[in-house]
């Protein structure tokens, strides 16, 4: 069974400093993906990356970057001088490929992010 | 270029009946999944449609079930309604076509509550 865990509930930071969202998973499979949505309040969940189980290498996006480690099972998220407009709830997930497609995702908890201005 | 629409946004039942929500996929995207959203909760998926057919199941009784039509557009139906089924449902679409890059896009969601 896959299972996504977000250990922090709830963060919250004053504007400018940086954040860092924590995300362990586990599965037995060898190909899979991780992704992180972000959920404003009006609910829509909003993709932000993707990262494929045969790549390591981190990313940069913006203010955004993401750290992937397979020795430890975790795919962090870094916002570096945050924003108001990145108060929202943020969710890791999970999915593996079988037969002809993809599975359905295996969302963590999520983290509620607040950037108090 | 229209992104995955649902209906209604908004619905309240009361226990025992049954309820239909609706998606229309994001245009070029053929395969339909719901999840369900507790309060507070990360959302949990219920199942998968592609070509008409239910490809996969999450943990869920059968008072779930769905559709998908040849336009790919869905349907979620819940028989019985629990108060336990007041969620968040999202529709969320993808290209099966395009398997090792494929991205879910997600609709606004139908907030269901019973009561």
């Known amino acids: 069974a896959q299972k996504v865990t977000q250990a922090q509930t709830e963060i919250s930071v004053v504007e400018k400093e940086d954040v860092t969202l924590d995300c362990v998973y586990e599965?037995?499979?060898?190909?899979?993906?991780l992704f992180w949505y972000k959920q404003p309040p009006s609910g829509e969940l909003v993709f932000l990356i993707r990262?494929?189980?045969?790549?390591?290498q981190n990313e940069i996006s913006g203010r955004y970057s993401w750290n992937f480690q397979k020795s430890t099972s975790s795919f962090n998220f870094t916002i570096t001088a945050s924003q108001v407009v990145d108060s929202a709830v943020y969710f890791c997930?999970?999915?593996?490929?079988?037969?002809?497609?993809?599975?359905?995702?295996?969302f963590g908890k999520g983290t509620h992010l607040i950037i108090q201005p | 270029d229209a992104g995955v629409t649902q209906s209604p946004t908004h619905l309240i039942k009361t226990r025992g009946q049954q309820v239909t929500l609706r998606c229309s996929p994001k245009?070029?995207?053929?395969?339909v999944s719901w999840y369900q959203q507790a309060l507070g909760q990360g959302p949990q998926f219920i199942f998968q449609?592609?070509?008409?057919?239910?490809?996969q199941r999450g943990n869920f009784p059968d008072r779930f079930s769905g559709h998908q039509f040849p336009n790919y557009s869905s349907e979620l139906n819940v028989n019985a309604l629990l108060l336990g089924d007041s969620a968040l449902y999202l529709c969320?679409?993808?290209?099966?076509?395009?398997?090792?890059?494929?991205?879910?896009?997600f609709g606004q969601g139908t907030r269901l509550t019973v009561v």
């Open positions: 997930a999970l999915t593996s490929y079988s037969g002809g497609g993809a599975d359905g995702l295996t």
């Open positions: 599965t037995r499979d060898t190909t899979y993906y």
């Open positions: 245009s070029g995207h053929d395969t």
């Open positions: 969320a679409s993808s290209a099966q076509g395009l398997r090792w890059n494929t991205e879910a896009f």
């Open positions: 990262r494929n189980s045969f790549d390591e």
């Open positions: 449609y592609y070509e008409e057919e239910e490809r």
